[in-house]
C-alpha cells in the first residue's frame, strides 16, 4: 500500500507542478514579478524533483546482479539526496539571487490581476496535490507526529512530496503576500522580499530532505517495532537457545538485510543445524516480508552454556 501510494503522491505533485509552473510563467511574462518568477522556477525544480523519484523508483526495481549482489533498492534515497540538492541549488538560491535583483533594481509590477489570478489558482492546485499526499502518508504513519513521520520513514517518496507540496504553499503565500503589499504601497521592494522569503524557505526544506536522506544512504537499521519482532521470533523459536549481535540495515525501502549469531538448543550438527536454521529464516520473511537477506550464523562457541 505504502508503494504505490508514494507513486500516487508523486504523480499527483508531478501533474500539479507542471501546471503551476506554466501559469507562473505566463504570470511572469504580463507582470515582471520576481516573486512570481521565483515561484515558477520553484514549480520547474519541484516537477524535476518528482521525476527523478519516479526515476529512482523505477531503477530501484531492478534485481541482483553480480556488480550488486543486494539489487538497487539504494538508488530511491540517492535520486532523493538529488532531489534536496536540485531544490537548493535550482530553487533556492536561485529565488535569493531574484529576490537581491528586485530589491536593489526595483521596476513596477504590471497586470496585477494576472499575478493574483495564477497565485490564487496556484494554491488550489498545490493544496489538492498536498492532500493527496497527506491521504496516502496517513495510511502508513500509524499515529506518529508528522514530523517524526517524516524522520523515520524509510521510503521517501511521500516525505519528499509531503515537504515539497508544504513549501510550495508557504511559498506560494510569500508571493501572493509580496505582490499585494506591492500593489498597496506602491513599492516593490516588498516583492523582492517575498523572492528573499521563499528562496530561504527552500533552502530550509532542502536541508532537512539532504539530512534525511544521507542518513538512509550511509544505512539505517530497521524501525524499532521490526527490531522487536525479530527479537521475538529469535527468543520464541524451540531451536535456538540464546542470540546475539542481532544486526539490521534497510538496502532500500522494502529491503532489509538481517543477521545474527544464534546459539542452537540441543547441539544439532551438520544438516540438523541448517535445516533448523532455514525454517527460522523463513519464518523470518513471512512475519518481517521486507526480509530480502536473513543471514543466521550459528555460534558454536557457546553452544551448550
Known amino acids: 500500500m505504502s508503494g504505490g501510494g ?6 499527483a505533485a508531478l501533474a500539479a507542478n507542471v501546471g503551476v ?4 510563467f505566463v504570470a511572469f511574462f504580463f507582470t515582471g514579478s520576481s516573486s512570481m ?20 523508483r523505477t531503477r530501484s526495481a531492478r534485481g541482483p546482479s553480480p556488480a550488486h549482489p543486494f539489487g538497487y533498492g539504494g538508488e530511491r534515497y540517492f535520486y532523493a539526496f538529488l532531489v534536496s540538492v536540485m531544490l537548493f541549488f535550482g530553487g533556492g538560491l536561485f529565488a535569493l539571487y531574484e529576490g537581491y535583483e ?9 497586470s496585477w490581476p494576472w499575478a493574483v489570478g495564477v497565485l490564487a489558482g496556484a494554491i488550489v ?9 497527506v491521504r496516502n502518508a496517513g ?41 499585494t503589499l506591492a500593489l498597496l504601497t506602491g513599492n516593490t521592494v516588498f516583492d523582492g522580499l517575498g523572492s528573499v522569503a521563499i ?9 532537512t530532505l539532504a539530512r534525511e536522506t544521507k542518513s538512509m544512504i550511509i544505512g539505517e537499521a530497521a524501525a524499532p517495532e521490526i527490531q522487536r519482532t525479530l527479537e521475538d521470533i529469535l527468543r520464541d523459536d524451540p531451536s535456538i537457545d540464546d542470540f546475539t549481535q542481532l544486526r539490521t540495515l534497510h538496502l532500500g525501502p522494502e529491503n532489509l538485510l538481517v543477521a545474527a549469531r544464534v546459539t542452537m538448543a540441543g547441539r544439532p550438527e551438520g544438516d540438523a543445524v541448517a535445516e533448523a536454521l532455514s525454517r527460522t529464516e523463513q519464518h523470518i520473511r513471512e512475519r518481517v516480508p521486507i526480509s530480502t537477506a536473513v543471514y543466521l550464523q550459528p555460534d558454536s562457541s557457546r553452544a551448550g552454556r
Open 6 to 11: 508514494s507513486q500516487q503522491a508523486t504523480l
Open 21 to 24: 509552473a506554466v501559469t507562473k
Open 37 to 56: 518568477l521565483a515561484e515558477g522556477i520553484h514549480s520547474v525544480a519541484d516537477s524535476g524533483n518528482q521525476g527523478l523519484l519516479l526515476l529512482g
Open 102 to 110: 528586485k530589491i536593489t533594481h526595483p521596476h513596477p509590477l504590471e
Open 125 to 133: 492546485m498545490e493544496g489538492l496535490s498536498l492532500r493527496t499526499a
Open 139 to 179: 495510511r502508513v504513519r500509524r499515529g506518529r507526529s508528522w514530523a517524526r513521520y517524516i524522520r523515520e520513514a524509510k521510503a521517501p517518496e511521500l516525505p519528499v512530496v509531503l515537504l515539497e507540496d508544504a513549501a510550495a504553499l508557504i511559498g506560494l503565500a510569500f508571493a501572493l503576500t509580496g505582490v
Open 199 to 207: 528562496g530561504l524557505l527552500l533552502i530550509v526544506v532542502a536541508i
